[in-house]
């Protein structure tokens, strides 16, 4: 039995093959491959100027191009010695603009997103909100204070219109009924999907990941984990405390939270920006000219590594992006595959497609629902 869904596939891809018992739909292997590229930016950023490389990073990763370029300026302001504080400051509103636009459009590009029906009125909200985003991401210019502060009043009138708010407690709020409701609905606890329980990637593992980065770039950017673990990040894992959410209802309200949170924070006061900005960027010196930088991205928790030679220039850099920890092999996509079943026919793929879908990754990827004795 073989069944294979396809997304656009770029910058390489993710392959999840769910093998099945033979005569069952129970798996028995979860098998998951990437042909994503990693350790290219060491072979691209060497010998560059440091001026030259933000710009380059934000250029290569067409999703969460603002975050790895945020990350880039401060792992080189720190393996430079100075105050990456300013940088943070700097570059906040571009970071909270991507990640409720990127929250957004892959919410509504998935699978069950697509299923899910918006009127002309919602696709135009939901266009309106990107435009209004993509104004946002490069940063607010005091040139043209009147077009940002308009594009934020809209996102948070047409975020309204689909039914996404926060209370003031900071839990999810939906209109009855709205765009935001079905999609709930569709991934509650009628989809039957279950969910396994991730520690969280945090602030806390900075310094590990760090260390390991340095100690095998290549080889860590494309397997990550910690001492055994295999931690999960992304919005279900930045979600309050405690377990994280283990069904898919919660997992995207956790995501739809975000979006509604980002909407808040574009319009609070500064001083209420400032207060939030260190969770999430930040970065140090490590050593003699090296630097790093965590940056949490709308896929989750980002890692750079910069060494400058003496001249100045880049002598090594190292990239660990998000979704190399939530797909690991041995990771929190696949011990959740294991918890569910596999009918056969499109049941099973679309079960494998809402699942992977939440977990976000940032590039395209295909799956198949083999017979285990077969592969």
């Known amino acids: 039995m073989s069944v294979t869904s396809s997304a656009s596939l770029t910058a390489g891809s993710i392959r999840i093959a769910v093998l099945v018992e033979p005569g069952s739909d129970a798996p028995r292997e979860i098998r998951l491959a990437s042909t994503r590229p990693t350790g290219f930016s060491d072979r691209l950023f060497a010998g560059r100027s440091p001026a030259e490389v933000p710009g380059l990073a934000a250029r290569l990763h067409a999703l969460c191009g603002r975050s790895h370029m945020v990350a880039s300026e401060i792992a080189i302001v720190a393996a430079m010695g100075r105050d990456v504080e300013p940088v943070i400051e700097e570059r906040f509103e571009g970071l909270v603009a991507e990640r409720l636009g990127e929250h957004l459009r892959s919410t509504v590009t998935s699978g069950w997103g697509r299923s899910t029906p918006v009127d002309r009125e919602m696709l135009a909200d939901v266009r309106a909100v990107l435009a209004a985003c993509h104004t946002l991401v490069g940063g607010r210019d005091p040139q043209r204070g009147f077009e940002a502060a308009k594009a934020i009043e809209g996102i948070a009138t047409a975020l309204a219109r689909l039914g996404l708010g926060i209370d003031r407690k900071g839990r999810l709020k939906t209109g009855r009924g709205g765009w935001a409701d079905g999609l709930l609905a569709a991934l509650g606890t009628v989809s039957g999907d ?165 977990y976000d990754p940032c590039v395209g990827w295909e799956s198949s629902i083999e017979d285990a004795a077969d592969a």
């Open 194 to 358: 279950r969910f396994a329980e991730a520690d969280r990637l945090t602030g806390e593992d900075d310094s590990a990941v760090v260390a390991a980065l340095a100690r095998d770039p290549d080889g860590f950017a494309a397997r990550p984990q910690l001492d055994g673990r295999h931690p999960e990040t992304g919005p279900a894992a930045r979600a309050g405390s405690g377990i994280v959410p283990t069904d898919g209802r919660g997992r995207l309200s956790a995501r739809l939270a975000e979006i509604a949170e980002a909407a808040e924070l574009l319009a609070a006061p500064a001083a209420d920006r400032a207060r939030l900005r260190g969770a999430w960027a930040s970065g140090a010196r490590v050593g003699p000219s090296t630097g790093w930088a965590a940056v949490e991205s709308p896929r989750g928790r980002l890692h750079h590594l910069v060494r400058l030679e003496e001249s100045g220039r880049v002598a090594s850099y190292a990239i660990l992006a998000p979704t190399e920890w939530n797909f690991h092999a041995a990771g929190p996509l696949a011990r959740t595959l294991m918890l569910n079943r596999f009918p056969p026919g499109g049941e099973g793929r679309l079960r494998v497609e809402r699942i992977a879908g939440l």
